[in-house]
């Protein structure tokens, strides 16, 4: 071999269990050798990493990237773009689009419309609607089913109407098409009738509609709470009968019963469920909550009960979810939050937000490792071709300068939402490489690749 592509030399190797000081040799999108650069051949390209820290390529695994149908609120190229520049190597994309992919020509229309455009690796939601369907979204390469068990109190997108599984019957059939496939079933949950009834009553109905009773209506229970667990409650009885892998999106969203339900079901019934932390349930503080207003759906009202979640088994997964909306979409929730699309922000900030919480102490690069790479990669089937740096698997590295401060603003997102839910959050620690099967997307906060870069990660069910 007379010369690799590229050498990471220098820098501090960190995985879910350890951290080392190494160089890493990759060659043909590989990771080649991890050991001292002066027994690798040369390189075509070095990274100096000293003083860095040398991450495995880190996922984002809630993102709505709107394509096909609401482009006009990001697109896949913006969106990767905006994740790339934030460190992400991996995206997972949800069903939300126009049309849905829930059968198999809409999945395929949707793969094609996407994949010439991503600068980062993906994979793709099928939609769970039609139990007939499941079995060909599997073969097709989704990643897992997705399942809308809500609609909004006022049927706004992003919540279609037609995509909502609020008959425990039909939710029932899907879980049951998705075990035979073997793949994991995600589950947005609720009961929509409660939470419709009981905020139309207290709030809407006595014209509390402006974005403080939204607040405290989210506070209370109502919007994105009480609901919430309700429907979890039937899920998780439903999927254990159906022995479907249920992966519970929004957990930290949901009030705090949610976790005691997660724990018993996990570790006393030992049954197969996962759990995504919505890490705004740890960051989001009142504070920041009243000065973005409508520019994020909810905040942390009790972030202690959900950091131990980190601790007690309970989390899996950890994502400050990517759900943009055009500003002036967004702006009318300052008089009216009920009847304005609902989101937030979170592609670019996720892993600065979380590298923060490294340097406040509150979690370890390690846990990064843990809950943002190997896991997401375990659960859906492709670890260790990602979630691990070790020889032979994909060249996927996030590198953090842990010294390096910013401030969260929107002139530097590349998000089309054009505005950042965390605005003026000063962050210590900051992605300064974000590396995708060897090849460099993002370098010292600059995009330097090329739409369509990206590639399609088919789920274990591909045909």
């Known amino acids: 071999m007379n010369k690799i592509d590229l050498v990471i030399e220098g820098g501090m190797v960190y995985t879910p269990y350890s951290h080392f000081k190494a160089d890493i040799a990759v060659h043909n999108e590989k990771i080649l050798a991890i050991g001292t650069k002066s027994i690798f051949p040369p390189a075509e390209k070095t990274i100096d990493a000293t003083d860095l820290c040398i991450l495995p390529g880190l996922w984002h695994t809630h993102c709505h990237f709107r394509e096909p149908g609401h482009t006009d609120k990001e697109d896949f190229e913006s969106g990767t773009r905006a994740a790339a520049a934030g460190g992400i190597t991996f995206c997972l994309d949800m069903t939300n689009n126009d049309p849905h992919p829930t059968t198999l020509e809409s999945f395929e229309l949707k793969l094609e419309t996407v994949q010439s455009k991503s600068l980062l690796d993906f994979g793709i939601y099928g939609g769970g609607l039609f139990p007939e369907e499941v079995e060909k979204l599997a073969k097709a390469g989704a990643i897992g089913i997705k399942i809308f068990n809500t609609r909004h109190i006022k049927e706004l997108y992003p919540y279609i109407s037609e995509l909502g599984v609020t008959d425990h019957g ?35 109905n006595k014209g509390k509609i402006d974005n403080r009773a939204y607040m ?204 950042t839910s965390w605005e003026g959050m000063e962050i210590v620690g900051t992605p300064v490489y974000t590396i995708v099967r060897g090849q460099v997307i993002m370098e010292k906060g600059k995009i330097v690749a090329k739409p369509g870069c990206g590639r399609f990660t088919p789920g274990i069910a591909a045909g």
């Open 216 to 419: 405290e209506s989210y506070e209370k229970g109502y919007m994105y709470g009480h609901g919430m667990v309700g429907g979890l409650a039937a899920s998780l009885y439903y999927a254990r009968i159906a022995k479907v892998h249920l992966y519970v999106l929004h957990l930290g969203v949901m009030p705090v019963g949610a976790y005691e339900m997660i724990r018993h079901a996990k570790q006393e019934l030992d049954q197969t469920v996962y759990a995504e932390l919505e890490a705004t349930s740890m960051l989001m503080t009142r504070q920041q909550a009243e000065k973005v207003g409508p520019y994020t759906y909810l905040w942390a009202h009790c972030p202690e009960e959900a950091r131990k979640t980190l601790i007690n088994g309970v989390t899996d997964v950890i994502v400050v979810e990517h759900a943009p909306h055009r500003r002036e979409e967004v702006r009318p929730g300052w008089e009216d939050n009920f009847s304005v699309p609902l989101g937030i922000t979170g592609a670019q900030e996720f892993i600065p937000l979380m590298l923060n919480q490294v340097n406040s102490g509150l979690l370890t690069l390690e846990d990064l490792a843990r809950f943002c790479s190997e896991n997401p990669a375990k659960i859906f089937g492709i670890y260790p071709r990602k979630g691990a740096i070790q020889v032979n698997s994909d060249a996927d590295f996030t590198i953090v300068d842990m010294g390096k401060k910013t401030v969260l603003t929107e002139k530097d997102m590349y998000s089309k939402a054009g505005f």
């Open 170 to 204: 039909l939710l029932y059939e899907l879980f049951e098409a998705v075990a035979d496939t073997g793949l994991v079933c995600s589950v947005h949950h609720d009961d929509w009738d409660w939470c419709k009834r009981m905020t139309f009553r207290d709030y809407i």
